[in-house]
């Protein structure tokens, strides 16, 4: 005989392949009868809404939530069957508990701002969507996996298509917060685009405890495109959507991130003490804001907020880097050299083979630290071996876009030692990989002119001057 889970598994196939919601609900019926858990009951409950048996479903869902009342899926059900009979306030009050319970119940902030709306309660519905927007961008932007997605936000297209009568009992501050919905939504709704905005223009650190929300991908879009006014327009409906949601973490940090090269304005402080308030835990937030006090010429300041980070997790990998870049810039090298070492110890081979660069980074700051210590054949030994890992990395990799990081920093070293022609030969090649960037001419004509060869210099110099008002 077939077991509950058989039943539920078939149900769930005839949903998926056939919309057949009718024998779906009598195999889950039959499910409920031989197991009558929680699980099978919310499932049992929407299905018979699809077949606008809502008495019944109402039924069903207040039966789930007093066997597990817990479940936020079964609230936001329970929520769903309320509504549908016109129980609005109690609806309401259901949608809340699914929040409370998981609060990146996405599809509960979208239940509760449509009731919200049927109430006139339009802040709070304003406040529901964008946080809806975000969470919900969340999840798809963390699983990366979007190509058979359907959104199916039927409670914002209400507000969106109302949008008339809407701004005419509201008022036009929140029109335009529905327009940052609709924005959203469409870009949401590319398929095409939303695989190469979020997966390749944008790696989410491992450390970051929440995932970065939807609304950071249409800012940085509108950025690729080199928009400023599109830009700008982002930057106010952040700021739009902050002044609804407040509290809103995701929000705070998509503001941050777009202003994040503009340390002088004082949103950028204000959201990352926000945000270091709240989540003081996560790595990527206290990184940020120990980069943006330096930024802002507060350094002791930013020395003593690392070591309080240190204190708490002695082996974190930022908070080591830190530590060896503040001590460099006190010009503490030998402090900073046995950072560097440990960190090297912790870190380096442990992250070769799946962040290279990050290994690569470390040697070249370990090579920088020798340098400035006077140990110049142990900094060249540093070089040298960084040099090959990263030839061998982009062998492998057959990335032969760019000249080498590690290759670069060697000829600045042989040019501090007055090497000129071993600093050439690097410069030639950097050059033959990256033939346009002015920097690299611009050194090679330094390196020429030592080595008396002024023609050579001048017409580097050229390039170096034409590359540049290309640029601009």
Request: proline share 3%; aromatic share 8%.
């Amino acid at each position: 005989m077939p077991s509950a889970q058989d039943y539920v598994e078939l149900a769930e196939r005839l949903i998926e392949d056939h919309a057949d919601f009718e024998s779906a609900a009598r195999l889950l019926e039959w499910a409920s009868e031989l197991e009558p858990s929680s699980e099978t009951l919310k499932k049992l409950a929407l299905c018979l809404m699809k077949c606008d048996q809502g008495e019944r479903a109402l039924e069903v869902a207040r039966e789930a939530v007093l066997q597990n009342a817990g479940d936020p899926v079964a609230q936001n059900a329970l929520g769903i069957a309320l509504a549908d009979q016109v129980h609005e306030r109690e609806a309401f009050e259901a949608f809340g508990r699914a929040i409370e319970l998981d609060p990146t119940a996405y599809e509960a902030y979208f239940n509760r701002a449509a009731v919200a709306f049927q109430f006139a309660r339009y802040d709070e519905a304003a406040a529901d969507f964008v946080r809806g927007i975000v969470v919900e961008g969340n999840l798809l932007a963390h699983r990366l996996q979007y190509s058979s997605v359907q959104l199916e936000l039927q409670a914002a297209d209400a507000v969106v298509h109302q949008i008339p009568r809407f701004r005419d009992e509201a008022g036009p501050e929140y029109a335009d917060a529905f327009r940052v919905l609709s924005i959203v939504r469409e870009f949401l709704s590319s398929t095409k685009d939303f695989p190469r905005s979020a997966g390749k223009r944008t790696r989410v650190r491992r450390d970051l405890a929440w995932s970065i929300p939807v609304l950071r991908f249409v800012a940085r879009t509108k950025e690729r495109e080199r928009d400023v006014k599109k830009s700008r327009r982002n930057g106010r409906l952040l700021d739009l959507a902050i002044r609804l949601a407040p509290e809103d973490s995701a929000l705070r940090w998509s503001r941050f991130h777009l202003l994040r090269f503009q340390d002088a304005d004082p949103r950028v402080g204000e959201d990352l003490e926000f945000l270091i308030r709240r989540h003081a835990a996560c790595g990527t937030v206290r990184d940020a804001w120990i980069s943006h006090l330096q930024a802002v010429d507060e350094h002791d300041r930013a020395f003593e907020e690392n070591e309080v980070w240190l204190e708490q997790d002695p082996d974190c990998c930022e908070a080591l880097r830190n530590r060896a870049s503040m001590l460099e810039r006190r010009e503490e090298h030998l402090s900073a050299l046995d950072v560097w070492n440990r960190l090297i110890d912790l870190y380096a081979e442990e992250e070769y083979e799946w962040d290279w660069d990050f290994s690569l980074y470390l040697f070249l700051d370990r090579a920088d630290c020798l340098a400035k210590l006077g140990r110049s054949q142990e900094a060249e030994h540093e070089l040298n071996r960084a040099v090959r890992m990263e030839k061998e990395f982009r062998e492998r990799e057959g990335d032969r876009e760019g000249y080498g990081a590690a290759q670069l920093q060697r000829a600045n070293f042989y040019m501090d030692e007055g090497r000129f022609r071993e600093a050439l030969g690097d410069l030639d090649e950097c050059i033959e990989a990256s033939p346009r960037i002015p920097y690299l001419h611009e050194e090679r004509a330094k390196c020429r002119e030592a080595l008396g060869d002024t023609e050579g210099a001048r017409q580097d110099r050229e390039r170096s001057e034409k590359g540049e008002e290309e640029e601009e």
